[in-house]
């Protein structure tokens, strides 16, 4: 199983910035997938869940509105759309499925100037 983050970078306040996660190893259309993120000094937080068939999405409070979570399962491939980016949003951002427990290894976004 193996997940692979990309696309991350630095970005200026408001600006926008998608990830892509590359899932293989595994049946990727079977299986719920999440994005977390993890800030230096802070705990990793969750930031949502999209259902194994992308009919259904979560999204923590502090990114509803704003982040965007979708796939492609005939590429296996997870996404997350940021727009209107905060400084508070720097992290390193990871996908995970949670039902197995495996992580990608992180991609870095900061915004700032």
């Known amino acids: 199983v193996q997940l692979v983050e990309s696309g991350g970078g630095l970005v200026q306040p408001g600006g926008s910035l998608t990830l892509s996660c590359a899932g293989s190893?595994?049946?990727?259309?079977?299986?719920?997938l999440g994005w977390y993120r993890q800030a230096p000094g802070k705990e990793r937080e969750w930031i949502g869940l999209?259902?194994?068939?992308?009919?259904?999405?979560n999204y923590a409070d502090s990114v509803k509105g704003r982040f965007t979570i979708s796939r492609d399962n005939a590429k296996n491939m997870l996404y997350l759309q940021m727009n209107n980016l905060k400084a508070d949003d720097t992290a390193m951002y990871y996908c995970?499925?949670?039902?197995?427990?495996?992580w990608g290894q992180g991609t870095q976004v900061t915004v700032g100037s």
């Open positions: 190893g595994f049946t990727f259309e079977d299986f719920g």
């Open positions: 995970k499925i949670p039902t197995l427990g495996y």
């Open positions: 999209i259902y194994s068939t992308g009919d259904q999405i």
